[in-house]
């Protein structure tokens, strides 16, 4: 894709991307049958999204997965959206080694999803306005860093469960929002 371009994934269909390549707007759309819905952006490889990122599980036997394969990095300007019924079927999959999501708008379940921060993944949260570091159920991040001089507030309680990595701050400050780190 070109950056001014909107991305809809099928349903069931695997695309990797092996060039770095930028679009507009991305979409995986939910599987209505047994076979995965995925974009994997393989190792090397840097990958754009200046709008949101819409990631749709079926709740059922098949998932919709946003995976970062090795080294690749995902800049994510704006949010994701992870849309569900059931944890695991809308997937953003950092396992594959030390990738890196740099995130400039928040994730966001509408009901259930899963982030699953893998070994030696970083996810970096660097928008220009305040940001909230989403902590539910499903999410679990392997080293964090904020880089947002408007400031993140904690959408949880931080836990040796959903952060098992550093915690960096490079710029801004990190507002508690009432929870605890552990």
Known sequence: P???DSVSIAAGVSVRVNINSACAYLS???PTGTANTVLNVLTGITFGVTGNIQINGNGLSANSILMLS???ILNAS????LSANTAGTAVVNLTGGASMLNLGGNLTLNTAGTLSGGS???????GSSAQTLNLSAGI????LSFNNS???TLGGAVTPANVTGNITIASGTLNSGGFNMN
């Open 28 to 30: 995986l759309i939910k």
């Open 150 to 152: 408007s400031g993140v």
């Open 70 to 72: 090795g080294t690749a």
């Open 78 to 81: 704006a949010d994701i959206i």
């Open 2 to 4: 070109i950056a001014a």
């Open 140 to 143: 679990s991040y392997k080293h």
């Open 120 to 126: 030696s993944s970083t996810v970096t949260l660097n």
